[in-house]
């Protein structure tokens, strides 16, 4: 069965960069895009970036367009979300998922980054 | 900026219909998606392309859609019903897709 795992997150100080990792299992990786969507604590769901499955595509929200940038290794099935520059409000819950019927599905369990002093 | 709006809370007694909406500009011309999180976990596509329902979702799930308006419908509604509702959709900006989630509607169910 599809299996994403996410690791990478924990606390930052304000203005430093942090990777996220996504590694997947149980599905042909190559031929699916992945996207990242956050969730501050307590808060609604916020789609962050997507990538297409070759690579070719590459769309990010306002909120993090020229400080996040997506990545994929589709040698080892993993996919990346590399985060500069990091502020207060960057913290949350980050998911990563496939991209199943033109939306985000399924959804690993997360990985928690807190970005504070 | 493209926004997508959902009522904040929703309350229904166990066995009655729930409805849940979502409004938005684009969904005339753009597929909506719903997501059921309960709490802790990570969320779950319950709705894809307006109507249709993926594989393992419980047949008293289901969807609409009039217009600028979306809507999820519990027939049936259950207590373990109970989570956070969101919907999803997209909408272009010149050559640039926008990809939304809805605020989210709290189900209660009791």
């Known amino acids: 069965q599809v299996q994403l795992v996410e690791s990478g997150g924990g606390v930052v100080q304000p203005g430093r960069s942090l990777r996220l990792s996504c590694a997947a299992s149980g599905f042909t990786f190559r031929i699916y895009g992945m996207h990242w969507v956050r969730q501050a604590p307590g808060k609604g769901l916020e789609w962050v970036a997507v990538?297409?499955?070759?690579?070719?595509?590459?769309n990010y929200a306002d909120s993090v367009k020229g400080r996040f940038t997506i990545s994929r290794d589709n040698s080892n099935n993993t996919v990346y979300l590399q985060m500069n520059s990091l502020r207060a409000e960057d913290t949350a819950v980050y998911y990563c998922a496939r991209d199943r019927f033109g939306a985000p599905a399924p959804w690993g369990q997360g990985t928690l980054v807190t970005v504070s002093s | 900026s493209y926004e997508l709006t959902q009522p904040p809370s929703v309350s229904v007694s166990p066995g009655q219909t729930a409805r849940i909406t979502c409004s938005g500009d684009?969904?005339?011309?753009?597929?909506a998606y719903w997501y059921q999180q309960k709490s802790g976990q990570a969320p779950v596509l319950v709705i894809y392309e307006d109507i249709k329902r993926p594989s393992g979702i419980p047949e008293r799930f289901s969807a609409s859609i009039s217009g600028t308006m979306a809507t999820l419908t519990i027939s049936g509604a259950q207590v373990e019903d109970e989570a956070d509702y969101y919907c999803?959709?997209?909408?272009?900006?010149?050559?640039?897709?926008?990809?939304?989630f809805g605020g989210g509607t709290k189900l209660t169910v009791l």
């Open positions: 684009a969904l005339p011309k753009r597929y």
């Open positions: 999803y959709s997209t909408d272009n900006s010149g050559n640039h897709t926008l990809r939304v």
């Open positions: 990538v297409s499955s070759d690579v070719s595509n590459k």
